[in-house]
């Protein structure tokens, strides 16, 4: 208990947390609660800083610097002596080039800037190699990621690494990288966004921005359809299912609640006879389920719990829409709805319906974005943002998952179950809450541009997200809180078990700290709000996301128009300055060599713990 209450305090000391004894209790403040003056990049600094604690603790991984150092290692491969250092640009010649450039009339410096800098979108799959050096794709990848401030960490879900490069430039030199992924379950500022909170919902319907008849019918076709995509043959009868009634429902809440007691006392078991060597529970993804495999998984107490669960909030809120719809339409049923006992419930699950239906094929999150040396310093970083909207990126989505198998949408049919993969938003999170250059503006307008027919902006929502997360949590920390909450319960409660619930690391966290009677919230909280961004790839987004919009296609922008505008719109400008310039020429190859040196200077106090 000691030791993990220590390397608790040990990395919230390395994020900069004030930490000070009084009154026999430990006071803990985060760094963004503090008072006084902060200018904005005095902010940035002490984040960027924070978070570099993490990335620089990871370097002393031996794993990472025998990945790195075989990375870096000039070896034959694929018939060609290479190493990822080959694909950092030399930044002395390509400012060399672009000053040239500069020194002319702006469309001739326009046109050079297209021979200097002419970007593509690559897809990263596991077993692709690059054509000019022979590494497997996927590891050059990983290897810019590890170049960042910020720790670098697997995500479960979908993923789409993507790597952008210079086919203009000796060695096709990496610009920079990007990965869209499966979406964050729930955040408040997306929600609200899309009008999948019930306040901004009834506000868009009462303001006339949506038609209340339709609307409210793509809300009650929404909840049949989910219904319908739940096995209930061992739950209810198909009558129970077409025309609920209040028994049905508590019936199904009781056996979900049984099912949840046998589940618990399942992990007790488990633990019992595996003790501290018991390991988690895990799903393959990657497995080929036939359809006996995927009715017998829809069986196992996991997910009878949910499928129960989620039924009786279904049928509660079809039986609530049913009857209030009877003698009621437009504002008299929305009035209704809103005054009804079980009005709002029925609201609240047939909004989170659309939310669940939109995050599983239709939105994906930017979860790694930016440039690497030397392009970071002429905003490549915005270039990568646009280009992860491009219809390559948009098609290359679709292609990788549109025939993918949902894997907890079979559990909980009984039957396999395809999701579409036709995305409408992509979302993304700054580093830091006092702005985001890399964002900031980051809009294309059509027709202002050479070829560019359709228009797209990332658009930063009004709110921020409160600052929760787990980044400032390292991973020993992580696995000291994991082994004393199961020591408490006598049981590993949490797994990596699809339908068990979203972010095992963050929940093991929670229970961890929870268990030792620390506040999981005050830690989880580390009080660094993040700008939230949204990109809507088609014109009605939200209202095809709600289900009634008017589904006209719009074919997003190819690589090669946003690259044209973004060399117009910010590269030529950035390229007037010569301190930016000179930025440029001091990076290359070596210099990002010792950027992923160790330093001895950080985590003494974790290392010694």
């Not at 603790?57 to 491969?77: E, G, I, T, Y």
């Not at 970083?381 to 219809?391: D, E, F, I, P, Q």
Request: charged share 30%; proline share 4%; net charge positive.
């Amino acid at each position: 208990q000691l030791r993990t209450t220590a390397l608790v305090l040990a990395d919230l000391l390395d994020q900069g947390w004030k930490i000070s004894a009084r009154d026999r209790a430990i006071e803990l403040t985060p760094p963004g609660l503090r008072s006084g003056v902060e200018t904005a990049e005095d902010a940035k600094l002490r984040l960027r800083h924070a978070l570099q604690v993490g990335q620089k603790r990871q370097l002393h991984d031996p794993s990472v610097q025998k990945f790195l150092k075989n990375a870096m290692a000039q070896r034959w491969r694929g018939g060609v002596k290479s190493s990822v250092l080959d694909l950092v640009d030399d930044g002395a010649d390509l400012a060399r080039l672009l000053r040239a450039a500069r020194n002319k009339p702006r469309e001739a410096t326009l046109k050079d800037l297209r021979r200097i800098i002419r970007p593509s979108v690559e897809l990263v799959t596991e077993d692709a190699r690059c054509a000019t050096t022979g590494l497997r794709l996927m590891d050059i990848w990983r290897f810019f990621r590890h170049t960042w401030s910020l720790e670098y960490r697997s995500i479960p879900g979908r993923q789409l690494p993507l790597l952008v490069r210079n086919d203009a430039r000796p060695n096709r030199p990496v610009i920079g990288i990007a990965q869209l992924a499966s979406p964050i379950l729930r955040t408040r500022p997306r929600d609200n966004w899309l009008q999948w909170t019930p306040e901004p919902f009834v506000r868009a319907l009462q303001d006339g921005v949506w038609p209340i008849d339709d609307t409210m019918d793509a809300l009650r076709h929404r909840i049949i359809r989910s219904a319908e995509e739940i096995r209930f043959d061992d739950l209810a009868s198909a009558e129970e299912i077409a025309n609920p009634t209040e028994s049905a429902v508590f019936r199904l809440e009781q056996r979900a609640a049984g099912a949840a007691v046998l589940r618990e006392n399942s992990l007790k078991e488990i633990y019992r006879a595996s003790g501290r060597d018991v390991r988690s529970q895990k799903d393959d993804a990657n497995q080929e389920w036939t359809e006996e495999e995927w009715f017998e998984a829809s069986g196992e107490v996991l997910y009878v719990r949910k499928r129960a669960e989620t039924l009786a909030r279904l049928l509660r809120a079809k039986l609530t829409f049913t009857t209030l719809s009877r003698d009621a339409r437009g504002e008299e049923l929305l009035d209704r709805l809103l005054q009804e006992r079980h009005g709002a419930q029925a609201l609240s699950a047939a909004l989170q319906e659309v939310r669940k239906a939109g995050l599983a094929s239709q939105i994906a999150d930017l979860s790694v974005c930016g440039a690497v040396a030397p392009y970071n310093a002429i905003l490549g970083g915005k270039l990568v943002a646009l280009l992860a909207a491009s219809r390559e990126a948009h098609e290359a989505w679709k292609a990788k998952y549109e025939e993918q198998v949902s894997i907890i949408s079979s559990q909980m049919a009984g039957r396999p179950v395809c999701r579409p993969a036709d995305l409408k938003v992509l979302t993304t999170t700054s580093l830091y809450g006092r702005g985001s250059s890399q964002y900031n503006r980051l809009r294309l307008q059509a027709g202002t541009y050479r070829g560019l027919k359709d228009g797209l902006e990332w658009k930063q929502l009004e709110e921020t997200t409160a600052g929760y997360g787990t980044v400032h949590l390292g991973t020993d920390t992580v696995q000291r809180l994991r082994e004393f909450s199961e020591d408490a319960y006598g049981a590993r409660r949490i797994n990596n078990r699809f339908g068990e619930g979203t972010s095992p690391r963050l929940r093991q966290i929670r229970e961890g700290l929870d268990a030792l009677g620390i506040e999981s919230n005050d830690v989880l909280n580390h009080a660094t709000p993040r700008l939230f961004y949204a990109c809507a790839l088609t014109d009605d987004a939200k209202e095809q996301l709600i289900g009634f919009g008017t589904k006209v296609p719009r074919k997003q922008a190819k690589s090669d128009q946003i690259s044209d505008a973004w060399r117009e719109r910010w590269l030529y400008s950035r390229i007037q300055s010569d301190d930016i310039l000179d930025q440029v020429a001091a990076r290359n190859s070596e210099t990002v060599r010792n950027d992923l040196r160790p330093s001895d200077e950080t985590g003494q106090l974790l290392l010694s713990l």
